[in-house]
């Protein structure tokens, strides 16, 4: 059942009804079963996976706090997280693995291949796990008790719609609203359906009418000049966009309705004004996992501290206390790449914003002398421009390692851009023949304008939601009805693809 169809509304409005003639005690029990039919619908036979790690995770969990040696909790943390992160690795990599050792092989002459796998991913896995291990690692840290209802843990691993693309979430901030239950109010109504209908205008008008055109050159790169590689590479930063966000808008709104309200995983990332703080606005739940247990664990390391001593000593006190903060950003978006996909082009989009955002950190001394020696005010509206234009570039160059199929596209992609480009292009008339029509792109045009001006809205803390609430009754549903049946006749619907990150 997909986010996007008929059938996934019925059930939310459904569940929602139920939801709300239960009592407050069992209200929790909706949630769950309305959860794990919507993931049986993808197939019985994948939920082994999501119930293996609900299971590990109640069963380690509960013998980590009646534990008392502190070598021996550790012990059940490693085995919950390395049977938990070993299943995922296992899905996603193996076969990555092993066309990499074949193509070892092959370069020293061997003729002989390990047999790859046939592996369906289970939807949802990498968005799960992360959520559910950080639940596992809390408890190990005492940050609050381990759940000793099984199946109250099982909806904190499988809530619906949050499982299929998260946000990743906190137990301590969502166990209390999935449990302490909910009063009807039509206000949480409004707003989540409003906001579903914000992520599907978003998804229906924008994303996939403008994959089509980026995805015409990217398919075909030999066919296009570097005019048409830009112009499909703005169209795509406005379909991942559009298409993670508007998933986000449908996921929170959802819950919402529920009474329940999730982390935001989005604010305003293309205003950033570097790729540091992209990246802060960007998958924020995601960002924020890394920082937690990955980065902070790692920059504090015994191995850490004693290489930050060595470094201030050989290379001075500010290089040496930057070096592992460095160092510990180039690991973290590793891991970021390798996360988004069992692929080089992943591993190398991982690095090349981990690297540029630890160069950042390391020479921002000599950017501080560079602005003095020619004068630029940094804090001034001139130079912000300036810094979200050049943020706005390198985030799309990093998006060409997404766009083309494999690394070596994408190289090809970037070099494309500087050896065939001409502006003869936009005069011929060719910009308009990449699977589009003029309608179409009249349209990607106005509902990109309306985007912008919502975004920068909401940039200076205008609360746009707020703002329409307080609109008459009459005012605000027709704008909500404008929305929602907007999306049918201006919603591309000749190639609908499912969620990007849904695939995760």
Not at 316 to 331: D, E
Not at 443 to 470: D, P
Request: hydrophobic share 50%.
């Amino acid at each position: 059942m997909s986010f996007i169809s008929a059938g996934f509304l019925f059930t939310i409005m459904i569940t929602a009804f139920i939801y709300y003639l239960m009592p407050k005690k069992y209200q929790w029990v909706v949630l769950l079963i309305m959860s794990f039919a919507f993931y049986a619908t993808y197939g019985i036979k994948y939920m082994g996976y999501i119930i293996f790690t609900i299971i590990s995770s109640y069963i380690f969990t509960i013998k980590m706090e009646a534990c008392v040696d502190k070598k021996n909790r550790r012990r059940l943390l490693i085995a919950c997280l390395l049977c938990n992160f070993g299943i995922l690795t296992g899905m996603k990599y193996i076969n990555f693995f092993i066309s990499n050792i074949n193509a070892v092989g092959a370069l020293f002459g061997s003729t002989a291949k390990l047999p790859g796998f046939k592996i369906i991913m289970p939807l949802g896995i990498s968005f799960y796990t992360f959520q559910t291990m950080s639940y596992v690692i809390d408890v190990y840290q005492k940050k609050y008790e381990a759940q000793k209802n099984i199946f109250k843990l099982a909806l904190f691993t499988a809530f619906l719609p949050q499982l299929l693309q998260g946000p990743i979430g906190r137990y301590d901030r969502l166990a209390p609203q999935f449990f302490e239950g909910h009063d009807f109010d039509i206000k949480n109504v409004e707003f989540g359906m409003q906001r579903m209908a914000w992520g599907l205008a978003k998804k229906l008008i924008l994303a996939d009418r403008a994959y089509v055109a980026a995805n015409t050159v990217f398919s075909s790169l030999n066919t296009y000049s570097g005019v048409h590689i830009v112009f499909a590479l703005l169209l795509f930063s406005i379909y991942v966009y559009c298409d993670f966000a508007g998933g986000m808008d449908l996921v929170i709104g959802a819950s919402e309705i529920f009474g329940i309200h999730l982390d935001e995983n989005f604010r305003q990332p293309y205003f950033s004004k570097n790729l540091g703080e992209f990246w802060r606005r960007w998958h924020i739940s995601l960002g924020t996992w890394m920082k937690d247990y990955i980065f902070y664990p790692f920059s504090i390391s015994k191995h850490m501290l004693h290489f930050g001593k060595f470094a201030k000593k050989r290379f001075g006190k500010t290089t040496g206390r930057v070096l592992p903060i460095c160092l510990a950003n180039i690991l973290i978006f590793f891991i970021v790449g390798v996360w988004h996909g069992a692929s080089w082009k992943y591993i190398l989009y991982g690095l090349y914003n981990g690297i540029i955002i630890a160069l950042s950190n390391l020479l921002k001394p000599v950017y501080a002398s560079m602005a003095k020696k020619c004068h630029i005010n940094t804090s001034s509206r001139y130079w912000k421009v300036v810094s979200i234009i050049r943020t706005f570039i390198i985030v799309n160059i990093g998006w060409l390692f997404d766009a083309c199929l494999t690394a070596e596209l994408a190289f090809k992609a970037f070099t494309g851009i500087f050896r065939g480009f001409t502006f003869s292009v936009l005069a011929n008339g060719s910009l308009l023949r990449l699977g589009l029509n003029m309608r179409d792109y009249k349209i990607l045009i106005v509902g990109t304008v309306i985007l912008f001006i919502t975004s920068v809205m909401k940039e200076k803390g205008i609360n746009l939601r707020e703002f329409v609430a307080q609109r008459p009754l009459v005012v605000r549903w027709a704008l909500y009805i404008i929305l929602i049946f907007a999306t049918a006749p201006f919603g591309y619907v000749g190639s609908t693809t499912e969620f990007v990150y849904a695939q995760f």
